[in-house]
């Protein structure tokens, strides 16, 4: 896990007690989205697990291994005392206090939807914080993951579509959940140059999407021809990737390949679909024939990638880098709107109703 996710994520995590695994499977699910969850049963002794944020009982407490381990739980953590919710089953008040004495922060019954159990958690363990910005900074570590694989196989060798299949969900929900804005957050928060900027494309590319009406199918498809769009940057020296300020003609040379490159990764890893190949060949074509690597004009440019180039430039114009101001968000749509040879207008003016909350 690179050192960024690793810092973000070790104190997310919330472990759920249960004697019963399959009866908590979906609590534990309802977890998963806002957190890092683990999942152990009465006979854990707390010494092996590292820091944790909170603890869900989903036990009978009336048991003694029960009893025992919310004891363990509670001697462990009686200097910085855990969140722990105790689920009740049955009992009334009596289970209320029986949880109460046993370490019990919050009780809850057990008949509660996880869902309303995962709010209530939250409120405990992150009381300035809301479920959806939980979703949002999950997601974009679950998507983070995703590109930091996908960047270190193709350096080498194949890249698996399937692998890459797993990162469009995330992004996807982000946006629905939480809008373009709050994904831009997380996203600023990701210290890699690249994967930040696929991972901005990506959700570009779903608010832009969404606001279009396309359908799921087609988001979807969007959405992964995003996260692989630079693939080819995997096989550009690190020095002309990351330099700091602009690149001399032949360092831009360099950079231009990563389109091909790209391509060809993709095409020899196979599994891959047409419109994924072609936004990731094409992206930086422009429909005057200016762009690269084939010098493509309009008729030649298919609307995904169109669409994908739009947010791949409006991407690059609002990143932020040490060594230069961050663009505003009306700057670069107005950088846009003046492109009116190199890019659709129409689409244009599409996008910027798209991504205009964005401040
Ligand atoms: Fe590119
Ligand atoms: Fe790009």
């Known amino acids: 896990m690179p050192p960024e ?24 699910d309802a977890v998963r989205a806002v957190a890092e969850c683990r999942v152990v049963g009465t006979e854990e002794t707390w010494d ?10 989903d036990i009978t407490l009336s048991r003694p291994e029960a009893k025992r381990c919310l004891r363990l739980l509670t001697s462990r953590s009686a200097r910085a005392r855990t969140p722990l919710i105790c689920l009740t089953r049955g009992g009334g008040q009596s289970g209320f206090t029986e949880a109460r004495n046993l370490g019990a922060t919050l009780c809850l019954s057990a008949l509660a939807e996880p869902r309303m159990v995962v709010g209530s958690l939250v409120r405990e363990v992150w009381p300035d914080k809301s479920v959806a910005d939980l979703v949002v900074t999950r997601e974009t570590q679950r998507a983070g993951t995703l590109m930091t694989n996908l960047f ?9 579509m399937s692998n890459v299949e797993q ?25 890699d140059v ?21 359908s799921a199918a087609d988001r979807q498809l969007m959405t992964r021809a995003a996260l692989v769009h630079d693939v080819g940057k995997s096989r550009i020296p690190h020095a002309i990737l990351n330099k700091p300020g602009r690149l001399d003609d032949d360092e831009r040379a360099v950079m231009q390949t990563h389109a091909p490159i790209g391509h060809e990764i ?38 995904p990638v169109r669409l994908l180039t739009i947010c791949d430039i409006y991407a690059a114009l609002i990143e932020r880098r040490p060594y230069k101001a961050p663009m505003s968000n009306r700057d670069a749509l107005s950088i846009l709107s003046g492109m009116e040879a190199k890019l659709e207008g129409g689409l244009v003016q599409a996008f910027g109703r798209a991504v205009q909350a964005v401040p």
């Open 5 to 28: 996710q690793a810092k973000r994520g070790e104190h997310s995590v919330i472990v759920v007690v249960s004697d019963r695994p399959d009866r908590s499977q979906p609590l534990v």
């Open 48 to 57: 092996r697990i590292g820091p944790l944020r909170g603890v869900i009982a």
């Open 152 to 160: 270190a196989s193709a350096q080498t060798g194949a890249v698996d």
């Open 167 to 191: 990162g469009v969900a995330p992004v996807l929900d982000a946006i629905h959940e939480g809008g373009l804005s709050r994904w831009l957050d997380e996203v600023w928060a990701h210290d």
């Open 194 to 214: 690249t994967f930040q900027h696929c991972l901005l494309v990506s959700g570009v590319v779903a608010a832009f999407a969404q606001s279009l009406g396309l």
């Open 266 to 303: 993709l095409s020899a890893s196979g599994g891959c679909d047409a419109v994924t190949l072609a936004v990731t060949r094409h992206h930086h074509e422009m429909l005057d024939g200016s762009g690269y690597p084939d010098k493509l004009c309009a008729s030649e440019i298919g609307d």
